[in-house]
């Protein structure tokens, strides 16, 4: 168990809807990453907060947005879902705003799936 | 930009057989080396890391050494097991003055170990 928690583990909904995934962090992690991990793709960045702040900015779709809240859980929001969407989605932490050198810890994911 | 290539898959040895799966990245300045590992059904675990030219990283009797000259760091174990079976994930996390921690995968390599 990395101690990062993702809920839900699993999401089916239809295109153009919009779903929220959300994330703990690990006790005492201040960073948050999102990845998005396709087929196609493999395992892409999407963005980073840190403390409360965005950090960095990956290949994140306009339609996709993210938060971090005061108690430093995080969610990402993906509206006007589109069948390429479809995808498993991590969430990591780590202590420290790099990865250099500190651990990222990833949760187990979420798969949605847009039918 | 910064990116990570690795062997492509899958790789299916017999048990107690060498393992070697080939990464190169192309970065600029002194990034940090990761290989991470991705059991079935979970997320994804630091394996080891390399955080400057000739570092070793080591963990499970997995190894890596960070070559500069190559741009390369290899995974290799000198004896798998069926336990090994995953997918591997070489990563960067590119060196902009410690203000980014986000990860740069390559596409995984799938590793099957028969009894």
């Known amino acids: 168990d990395s101690g990062v928690t993702q809920t839900p583990k699993h999401l089916i909904t239809a295109t153009g809807q919009r779903v929220t995934l959300r994330c703990s962090p690990r006790s005492g992690d201040l960073s948050v990453y999102w990845y998005q991990q396709s087929l196609d793709q493999g395992l892409q960045f999407l963005i980073q907060y840190y403390n409360g702040e965005e950090r960095a900015k990956g290949n994140i779709l306009e339609r996709f947005s993210a938060q971090q809240f005061p108690d430093l859980h995080s969610e990402l929001n993906l509206s006007s879902l589109e069948l390429g969407d479809s995808a498993l989605y991590f969430c990591a932490s780590s202590v420290r705003g790099t990865a250099t050198n500190t651990e990222a810890f990833f949760g187990q994911g979420t798969r949605l799936t847009v039918v | 930009g910064d990116s990570v290539t690795q062997m492509e898959g899958p790789v299916t040895l017999s048990e107690e057989a060498f393992l070697t799966i080939n990464c190169t990245y192309t970065a600029t300045g002194y990034p940090s080396l990761f290989w991470y590992v991705q059991y079935p059904g979970e997320g994804l675990q630091l394996l080891l890391k390399?955080?400057?030219?000739?570092d070793k990283g080591s963990n499970k009797g997995f190894e890596a050494t960070y070559r500069k000259e190559t741009t390369s760091f290899h995974l290799e174990k000198g004896s798998v097991q069926v336990s090994d079976s995953a997918v591997y994930f070489c990563?960067?996390?590119?060196?902009?003055?410690?203000?980014?921690?986000?990860?740069?995968f390559g596409k995984g390599t799938k590793l099957s170990v028969k009894p």
């Open positions: 990563a960067l996390s590119p060196n902009y003055g410690g203000s980014q921690g986000n990860l740069i």
């Open positions: 390399a955080t400057k030219a000739d």
